[in-house]
């Protein structure tokens, strides 16, 4: 009798674990000729939850294609990718589901509104608690072209997939569903999960799944597929496969990862080497393939191995494959094990990845640097980049945003971080934040407890929460700090060492928490570079005063060994030797260097520029403080030998900036510049400009790139008079206050800008609203508006010279503002540069100028590509003569938008232009050499 029970309660373990877990059965015929999967799936899905569900979600991840409304769409477009945009309609993937059932009936669903990608399906009886619900679909799959992605069907026909076949979405209390938007954070449960693949022959297969059994057949393949408590769903068909399998202890490695032409005993020794850290820090993988794509590292790259060509080697080639090899296999293990929810909680899986490889790098490579092989090169060891260690690059980073008010909460969604946050700056805070409170803590608690929280939580739903109950449970510190501040909040970390006074035998001092925090900081005394001793500091509410044994320290410092990712290094040490050593020494560098706060750094470049046809090229130099990192303070002086007029030109700036962290207002920037330069033949100007700057953003959405700005300046202008050019004033010097603001929403598909202008001179004041519009059409045509409008409210100058009048086409331009090569010219290929501002026409009229008012309106439209066609109408009045009306019209050849065009006149009050004499001089270009402009074409898709 005891027998037959212990049968019962070992059958009833067995049938409860069987049911209660996930699974996925999934039946693919590939149809690659047609780039289509047809599938028929079971998915059998267990309610842990207590309550009762009326209804189940479905992920459709591979739907997210099928328009160009889609989240996955926009978040492309935001990013200024056009490809998914101008895309056929073949190349976008989809899917068509013929049905979904439940016991052989057919349950009602549908697609979420904006949210395609997610089904909305009702169960035709409700699931209880600690039941499994069965249902069976039937659809159909277009593979989406993996330009977009990376995953898809490539130009050579090869299969890369991921989210290719349905899942069911999470029910843990509430629903967890969202939309795929390109980040690869699909939240799925762990399910055991059975692939039928039926694929033409000639292609080999590979996924991280157990290879169950395969059936070759005439002219096809059916290879069966199986996993447990799996959750993700890599399938790749290669016409000709690049993945190797290397075996290291009890997993097998499976990659196509850059090797850099490595030696094969190369790669099995580091794959060993990685494999071993993995598993003494992480422990063992549950499954035994563990699959590192190219795909992932392109989507994650080591950043610092990939800035610069191929052909430039900073580091060993095994080292950068090592640390590829490492950063994926980190990733992916974390993916595939640590069940916490990816869209809102990628902290943690990013903070534990950097975490390691940081330690990793600490164990292996303690002396590598971060400018690798070039550190001690003669002339770059002088620098203090040649100084840092290859780790100090994540403080760096994330510092690059930090400095410049961009950066944002650990714990905020992944989605809502810009692109620069969440493939790099955030990734190694949280990285840099956990070896922060490791150091805290002390006694390796916080390394000890990562891993055995990674071991007891493996393949169990977890959360963040979890790890913050479980780290606190380790330590009698109070680390509510890290949670708190560091991981839900902008707060910056900033210190400062303020009044010290010292005896033979005691040191007090008085440190200030210069930002609201509870932050600690470690305080360091030194006999020279000997360190005596080390605190942590807590509870610093604005300032603290301690009093701590001397023991023959000679200098204090605060965060030693820069563990903390503080905004400010510079106020962090305090010498005992006296004030005078107290000041930091001035460093004069060649070329620019990474702040060093031990040094008032004072940098020199040498510059060769071509700003003007009058001043020909110009050789000098440029004195600064400005540093990789943005500083609140900068300055520039900046002469240069004109070679073509043979004078000292140049200019100088000194600036301040401020900034906001929680309000809409995030930035005031005031300061004075100040230029030297031709502006005709043997005619110089110079130009003194005080301004002061307001911007705004959405302080809540730095994704959005609604933007608003204020400007108020005061314009000095010095000028050599010309009295043979009719386009310059009779009053060479002027005073001019210039109050702008501007309203703008920069994206790819909608484009918004306006701005309204207020001048005031000795003799005239001025009024004018400037309105730009693009559309980019589903259909790929673009559509481009732009209204224009001024008018004198007083104008008491010279009627006979319209030097201060609206423009029609060309801009006088008084304030210098633009960068004409040769703002002077009325002939020839320098008259033809082309400024989109003001009346904005392309061809020149009889009527160029309005001393009164003016208004016009310039369009542009797709014809075929980059070539558009283009048309401008507007009314220009002056005084004591009727309005006229202009107009003209032509191609616009669009090479590199706002950047790099050319316009090609046809038809306009001059009438068929392009049939006229001297046609070439009445070609149009835009084009723009300012390093500062290009690089907002990198800024835009990143920040």
Same mark, same amino acid.
């Given at each position: 009798?005891?027998?037959?029970?212990?049968?019962?309660?070992?059958?009833?373990?067995?049938?409860?674990?069987?049911?209660?877990?996930?699974?996925?059965?999934?039946?693919?015929?590939?149809?690659?000729?047609?780039?289509?999967?047809?599938?028929?799936?079971?998915?059998?899905?267990?309610?842990?939850?207590?309550?009762?569900?009326?209804?189940?979600?479905?992920?459709?991840?591979?739907?997210?294609?099928?328009?160009?409304?889609?989240?996955?769409?926009?978040?492309?477009?935001?990013?200024?990718?056009?490809?998914?945009?101008?895309?056929?309609?073949?190349?976008?993937?989809?899917?068509?589901?013929?049905?979904?059932? %439940?016991?052989?009936?057919?349950?009602?669903?549908?697609?979420?509104?904006?949210?395609?990608?997610?089904?909305?399906?009702? @169960?035709?009886?409700?699931?209880?608690?600690?039941?499994?619900?069965?249902?069976?679909?039937?659809?159909?799959? %277009?593979?989406?072209?993996?330009?977009?992605?990376?995953?898809?069907?490539?130009?050579?026909?090869?299969?890369?997939?991921?989210?290719?076949?349905?899942?069911?979405?999470?029910?843990?209390?509430?629903? %967890?569903?969202?939309?795929?938007?390109?980040?690869?954070?699909?939240?799925?449960?762990?399910?055991?999960?059975?692939?039928?693949?039926?694929?033409?022959?000639?292609?080999?297969?590979?996924?991280?799944?157990?290879?169950?059994?395969?059936?070759?057949?005439?002219?096809?393949?059916?290879?069966?597929?199986?996993?447990?408590?799996?959750?993700?769903?890599?399938?790749?068909?290669?016409?000709?496969?690049?993945?190797?399998?290397?075996?290291?202890?009890?997993?097998?490695?499976?990659?196509?990862?850059?090797?850099?032409?490595?030696?094969?005993?190369?790669?099995?020794?580091?794959?060993?080497?990685?494999?071993?850290?993995?598993?003494?820090?992480?422990?063992?993988?549950?499954?035994?393939?563990?699959? @590192?794509?190219?795909?992932?590292?392109?989507?994650?790259?080591?950043?610092?191995?990939?800035?610069?060509?191929?052909?430039?080697?900073?580091?060993?080639?095994?080292?950068?494959?090592?640390?590829?090899?490492?950063?994926?296999?980190?990733?992916?293990?974390?993916?595939?094990?640590?069940?916490?929810?990816?869209?809102?909680?990628?902290?943690?899986?990013?903070?534990?990845?950097?975490?390691?490889?940081?330690?990793?790098?600490?164990?292996?490579?303690?002396?590598?640097?971060?400018?690798?092989?070039?550190?001690?090169?003669?002339?770059?060891?002088?620098?203090?980049?040649?100084?840092?260690?290859?780790?100090?690059?994540?403080?760096?980073?994330?510092?690059?945003?930090?400095?410049?008010?961009?950066?944002?909460?650990?714990?905020?969604?992944?989605?809502?971080?810009?692109?620069?946050?969440?493939?790099?700056?955030?990734?190694?805070?949280?990285?840099?934040?956990?070896?922060? @409170?490791?150091?805290?803590?002390?006694?390796?608690?916080?390394?000890?407890?990562?891993?055995?929280?990674?071991?007891?939580?493996?393949?169990?739903?977890?959360?963040?929460?979890?790890?913050?109950?479980?780290?606190?449970?380790?330590?009698?510190?109070?680390?509510?700090?890290?949670?708190?501040?560091?991981?839900?909040?902008?707060?910056?970390?900033?210190?400062?060492?303020?009044?010290?006074?010292?005896?033979?035998?005691?040191?007090?001092?008085?440190?200030?928490?210069?930002?609201?925090?509870?932050?600690?900081?470690?305080?360091?005394?030194?006999?020279?570079?000997?360190?005596?001793?080390?605190?942590?500091?807590?509870?610093?509410?604005?300032?603290?005063?301690?009093?701590?044994?001397?023991?023959?320290?000679?200098?204090?410092?605060?965060?030693?060994?820069?563990?903390?990712?503080?905004?400010?290094?510079?106020?962090?040490?305090?010498?005992?030797?006296?004030?005078?050593?107290?000041?930091?020494?001035?460093?004069?560098?060649?070329?620019?260097?990474?702040?060093?706060?031990?040094?008032?750094?004072?940098?020199?470049?040498?510059?060769?520029?071509?700003?003007?046809?009058?001043?020909?090229?110009?050789?000098?130099?440029?004195?600064?403080?400005?540093?990789?990192?943005?500083?609140?303070?900068?300055?520039?002086?900046?002469?240069?030998?004109?070679?073509?007029?043979?004078?000292?030109?140049?200019?100088?700036?000194?600036?301040?900036?401020?900034?906001?962290?929680?309000?809409?207002?995030?930035?005031?920037?005031?300061?004075?510049?100040?230029?030297?330069?031709?502006?005709?033949?043997?005619?110089?100007?110079?130009?003194?400009?005080?301004?002061?700057?307001?911007?705004?953003?959405?302080?809540?959405?730095?994704?959005?790139?609604?933007?608003?700005?204020?400007?108020?300046?005061?314009?000095?202008?010095?000028?050599?008079?010309?009295?043979?050019?009719?386009?310059?004033?009779?009053?060479?010097?002027?005073?001019?206050?210039?109050?702008?603001?501007?309203?703008?929403?920069?994206?790819?598909?909608?484009?918004?800008?306006?701005?309204?202008?207020?001048?005031?001179?000795?003799?005239?004041?001025?009024?004018?609203?400037?309105?730009?519009?693009?559309?980019?059409?589903?259909?790929?045509?673009?559509?481009?508006?732009?209204?224009?409008?001024?008018?004198?409210?007083?104008?008491?100058?010279?009627?006979?010279?319209?030097?201060?009048?609206?423009?029609?086409?060309?801009?006088?331009?008084?304030?210098?503002?633009?960068?004409?090569?040769?703002?002077?010219?009325?002939?020839?290929?320098?008259?033809?540069?082309?400024?989109?501002?003001?009346?904005?026409?392309?061809?020149?009229?009889?009527?160029?100028?309005?001393?009164?008012?003016?208004?016009?309106?310039?369009?542009?439209?797709?014809?075929?590509?980059?070539?558009?066609?283009?048309?401008?109408?507007?009314?220009?009045?002056?005084?004591?003569?009727?309005?006229?009306?202009?107009?003209?019209?032509?191609?616009?050849?669009?090479?590199?938008?706002?950047?790099?065009?050319?316009?090609?006149?046809?038809?306009?009050?001059?009438?068929?232009?392009?049939?006229?004499?001297?046609?070439? %001089?009445?070609?149009?270009?835009?084009?723009?050499?300012?390093?500062?402009?290009?690089?907002?074409?990198?800024?835009?898709?990143?920040?």
């Amino acid at each position: 009798m005891k027998l037959r029970l212990f049968y019962c309660i070992i059958f009833s373990l067995i049938s409860f674990t069987s049911f209660s877990q996930n699974k996925i059965e999934v039946k693919a015929v590939f149809d690659i000729e047609n780039k289509q999967i047809k599938i028929s799936q079971t998915i059998h899905y267990h309610n842990t939850s207590q309550d009762e569900l009326q209804t189940i979600y479905l992920n459709d991840w591979n739907n997210s294609f099928a328009t160009k409304k889609t989240p996955l769409a926009i978040r492309i477009a935001d990013e200024y990718k056009n490809d998914f945009h101008l895309a056929k309609n073949e190349d976008r993937g989809f899917s068509v589901i013929t049905s979904i059932k %439940q016991n052989n009936e057919d349950l009602i669903y549908k697609q979420l509104k904006n949210q395609i990608d997610v089904i909305k399906v009702e @169960l035709k009886t409700p699931l209880k608690p600690n039941d499994t619900y069965t249902i069976q679909l039937e659809y159909l799959v %277009q593979i989406p072209n993996a330009k977009f992605t990376g995953y898809g069907i490539t130009d050579s026909g090869d299969l890369n997939l991921r989210y290719w076949y349905i899942t069911p979405a999470i029910y843990n209390g509430e629903w %967890q569903y969202y939309s795929n938007k390109n980040l690869d954070d699909l939240f799925v449960p762990k399910s055991e999960v059975l692939l039928q693949i039926e694929h033409p022959n000639g292609y080999a297969l590979t996924s991280e799944l157990d290879t169950s059994n395969i059936i070759q057949l005439t002219n096809k393949q059916i290879v069966n597929l199986k996993g447990e408590n799996r959750i993700n769903n890599k399938l790749f068909l290669s016409k000709k496969s690049d993945f190797k399998t290397l075996q290291a202890d009890d997993l097998a490695i499976v990659s196509n990862i850059n090797d850099e032409g490595l030696e094969i005993i190369d790669k099995v020794l580091i794959t060993e080497k990685i494999t071993k850290f993995i598993f003494n820090n992480l422990g063992t993988y549950p499954h035994k393939r563990l699959l @590192l794509t190219q795909i992932d590292y392109d989507k994650d790259p080591v950043y610092g191995l990939n800035f610069l060509p191929s052909f430039v080697q900073l580091y060993p080639n095994h080292f950068q494959y090592e640390l590829r090899l490492l950063k994926i296999a980190l990733h992916n293990y974390l993916e595939n094990t640590l069940l916490v929810n990816p869209r809102k909680e990628q902290w943690l899986l990013d903070g534990i990845q950097i975490y390691y490889l940081m330690s990793y790098v600490e164990e292996h490579y303690p002396n590598m640097k971060f400018l690798g092989s070039i550190a001690d090169f003669w002339g770059v060891r002088s620098f203090h980049a040649s100084d840092m260690k290859f780790n100090d690059k994540y403080i760096l980073a994330f510092m690059l945003m930090a400095r410049t008010n961009r950066d944002q909460p650990l714990a905020m969604q992944k989605d809502s971080l810009l692109k620069f946050n969440k493939n790099i700056a955030n990734k190694y805070k949280a990285g840099v934040g956990l070896k922060y @409170l490791d150091d805290f803590v002390n006694s390796d608690i916080v390394e000890n407890s990562i891993e055995s929280f990674l071991s007891e939580n493996k393949l169990i739903p977890t959360s963040a929460k979890d790890f913050e109950i479980y780290i606190k449970s380790k330590t009698n510190k109070d680390i509510n700090w890290f949670f708190n501040d560091y991981l839900t909040t902008r707060k910056k970390i900033d210190f400062k060492i303020r009044k010290v006074i010292k005896t033979e035998d005691s040191i007090t001092l008085t440190i200030k928490n210069k930002r609201k925090n509870s932050m600690p900081v470690s305080l360091y005394s030194l006999n020279n570079d000997s360190i005596v001793s080390k605190i942590w500091v807590e509870n610093i509410n604005k300032n603290k005063t301690l009093t701590i044994p001397r023991n023959d320290a000679n200098k204090l410092v605060l965060n030693y060994n820069s563990v903390i990712p503080e905004i400010n290094l510079r106020d962090n040490w305090k010498s005992l030797k006296g004030y005078f050593f107290n000041n930091k020494p001035l460093q004069f560098r060649l070329f620019q260097d990474i702040e060093d706060p031990n040094y008032n750094q004072v940098f020199f470049m040498p510059i060769v520029e071509f700003n003007n046809i009058y001043d020909g090229f110009t050789l000098g130099g440029k004195l600064y403080n400005k540093t990789l990192l943005r500083k609140l303070f900068n300055y520039k002086i900046a002469p240069r030998y004109s070679l073509k007029s043979r004078t000292i030109t140049g200019s100088a700036a000194v600036s301040k900036n401020h900034y906001f962290e929680n309000s809409n207002l995030y930035y005031i920037n005031y300061g004075i510049s100040a230029g030297y330069s031709s502006y005709a033949e043997d005619l110089f100007v110079s130009k003194i400009v005080p301004i002061i700057q307001f911007h705004f953003r959405q302080y809540d959405d730095f994704r959005s790139n609604k933007r608003k700005s204020l400007f108020l300046r005061y314009v000095n202008i010095n000028r050599d008079k010309d009295d043979n050019n009719i386009l310059t004033s009779s009053e060479p010097n002027y005073n001019i206050v210039n109050l702008r603001y501007i309203n703008s929403n920069d994206n790819l598909i909608h484009f918004k800008k306006w701005y309204t202008d207020f001048q005031v001179g000795k003799k005239f004041s001025k009024l004018a609203f400037n309105y730009e519009y693009r559309r980019l059409f589903e259909s790929n045509r673009q559509l481009n508006i732009r209204a224009f409008s001024g008018a004198f409210l007083k104008n008491n100058t010279n009627s006979n010279s319209p030097y201060f009048s609206f423009a029609l086409d060309r801009p006088t331009d008084y304030l210098f503002d633009y960068n004409y090569l040769g703002r002077s010219e009325d002939e020839g290929i320098f008259s033809q540069q082309y400024i989109e501002a003001e009346g904005g026409f392309k061809s020149k009229l009889d009527t160029p100028f309005a001393n009164q008012w003016i208004t016009t309106l310039n369009a542009s439209t797709t014809l075929w590509k980059y070539v558009l066609a283009y048309g401008d109408i507007g009314l220009v009045k002056n005084k004591h003569k009727p309005a006229n009306f202009v107009y003209d019209s032509g191609i616009r050849i669009n090479l590199v938008t706002d950047y790099f065009e050319i316009y090609l006149p046809i038809y306009s009050n001059l009438g068929w232009e392009i049939g006229q004499p001297n046609y070439d %001089q009445r070609i149009r270009f835009k084009f723009t050499v300012d390093p500062q402009s290009l690089l907002g074409l990198f800024r835009r898709r990143w920040y």
